[in-house]
């Protein structure tokens, strides 16, 4: 019975690889449970995006059905990560694809329709990848370009972090001032949120310095159980109280034990979508620009995800590519035309995976974890929403430091690379994209390398994905033109 017992342990660890990358089974649950409290606010920021948008008939699509379609197909794609690539990425309903469907996409069709859309997309860059395209774009791509998109995005997971937790806050009279952010509240740390923010930072760096086991989560945990006791006395309240906005108050999540712990999902928006009558509703022009959109965002955002991701894993290969390349982006791209199909906007992989990564995870296990934690929130959704976006985004800064750290590979003397590279990094955080910084340090790339007379040093495929960027930047021009 103990053989048998040992070999079926031999067939899980050689599946996963468990041993080969270094692992063990409690660092990968570990690992899995810190990617989850980082990136559980989805379950409920998705609704409030996707709800808060009115489709050209007027309807408005149910925060109820949208939390628990949000959950079920982070869950099962994110499950689905663990199995088939084997790689510690949570995939969820993307943040900014999921504004662009609610604020530009419904409001020129029906609700139906636009999922259509993104169901279309979806199937699009599945195709892309089983044809090779997609790994070939990727492998295209300097290995210091994608080190710089690595670098890039943990300097944008810090500043969310930093926005989210409002350390930082957005200048009321941005318009009148060239200082667009500021410190806290005119430039002061006035609010309760944000000291929680702060010791719980201060925390976790201490433990992360110490290498303490388990330091992220640690962090996520104490500064959650510290958010629910300042707001059980000082009775801090959400960011905005009956419509009037109340900066002094929590971001999103208000840290309160809930009265209600088990809450039965409601599915009525899976499968409500219409792939074609989009096309005879808004002409031809408009949906084929909002898929070409959509398109560009998600092939580009998962490559830089899930290289920063192994990267921070130390997971990359002698050509900086992740273990399983292909079925990363395969399950990706099901991902967003799954996302479509449910209601959800679509659905791509997490940056937030790194904070996983970060706590030892390094196999698809952690992604399980996530996954079945994804499906427990369909049904435990009040407990989801007692983390606050305070306590959570300590994570995102210490893990943006530490994808920071892989800055010190590039060659900041080959101005070739540096300049592009440079761009990449700066970008993504100031326009709060990372296709934007992707595309600008490819187009950047091309145009050193042409100017100074090196064109043959340039991947053929680099030369068509900077002219899709070009017309990506160029899109609102061309709408207005057309």
């Known amino acids: 019975m103990a053989d048998a017992t040992v070999a079926q342990q031999s067939r ?26 980082t990136m559980a606010y989805i379950v409920v920021l998705n609704p409030l995006i996707l709800g808060s948008g009115v489709d ?56 139906a329709d636009a999922m259509g859309l993104v ?20 492998r295209a791509v300097p290995t210091q370009l994608k080190t710089a998109i690595g670098v890039g995005i943990g300097l944008f997971l810090a500043l969310i972090g930093f926005v989210d937790s ?31 923010f702060g010791i719980g930072l201060l925390l976790t760096v201490v433990l992360v310095v110490r290498k303490v086991r388990g330091a992220i989560l640690i962090g996520i945990l104490a500064s959650t159980v510290l958010a629910i006791i300042i707001e059980a006395v000082a009775k801090v309240g959400p960011s905005f109280v009956d419509g009037k906005p109340n900066p002094k108050g929590w971001s999103l999540n208000v840290p309160t034990l809930p009265d209600k712990v088990v809450d039965k999902p409601d599915f009525s928006l899976l499968g409500h979508f219409n792939v074609l009558h989009s096309w005879q509703a808004a002409g031809v022009l408009v949906p084929l620009m909002f898929v070409f959109t959509l398109l560009i965002t998600d092939f580009f955002d998962t490559m830089g995800t899930m ?9 990359l290969d002698e050509n900086n590519m992740p273990p399983k390349t292909r079925e990363i982006l395969l399950v990706d791209s099901l991902a967003a035309a799954a996302g479509g ?5 679509s659905n791509t992989s997490y ?21 079945v934690l994804f499906l427990l929130a369909m049904f435990f959704a009040p407990l989801v929403t007692v983390v606050p976006f305070e306590a959570a985004s300590v994570a995102l800064v210490v893990v943006g430091f530490l994808m920071m750290t892989a800055v010190r590979t590039i060659d900041w003397a080959d101005y070739d690379i ?65």
Do not use: C
């Open 307 to 315: 290289v920063a991701v192994a990267q921070e894993g130390d997971m």
């Open 166 to 196: 409002g350390f930082v806050r957005r200048v009321p009279d941005a318009a009148n001032t060239t200082v667009p952010v500021g410190l806290g509240i005119g430039g002061k740390l006035v609010s309760w949120p944000a000291l929680a």
């Open 56 to 111: 050209k008939d007027g309807a408005k699509l149910a925060i109820t059905a949208l939390a628990s379609g949000t959950a079920l197909v982070a869950g099962v794609m994110t499950i689905l990560m663990g199995v088939v690539a084997r790689f510690p990425l949570a995939l969820a309903a993307g943040l900014g694809v999921n504004a662009l469907v609610a604020f530009e996409i419904a409001p020129q069709m029906t609700w």
């Open 351 to 371: 940056i937030e995976s790194a904070s996983g990564v970060a706590e030892g995870a390094r196999t698809g296990i952690a992604s399980l974890v996530t996954g």
């Open 418 to 482: 540096a300049l592009p590279a440079f761009l990449t990094i700066v970008i993504m955080p100031f326009t709060y994209s990372i296709s934007n910084g992707i595309g600008a340090g490819i187009i950047s790339y091309v145009v050193v390398k042409l100017v100074g007379g090196k064109a043959r040093e340039v991947h053929p495929l680099l030369y068509g994905v900077a002219v899709l960027f070009l017309i990506y930047f160029l899109r609102g021009p061309i709408e207005s033109v057309f």
């Open 12 to 37: 899980f660890d050689r599946f996963f690889e468990i041993t080969a990358r270094g692992s063990t089974v409690s660092r990968e649950v570990r690992g899995g449970l810190a990617t989850f409290f």
């Open 341 to 345: 199909a449910a209601s959800t906007s």
């Open 119 to 138: 169901v279309i997309e979806g199937v699009l860059i599945t195709v892309l990848v089983l044809t090779g395209l997609r790994t070939a774009v990727f």
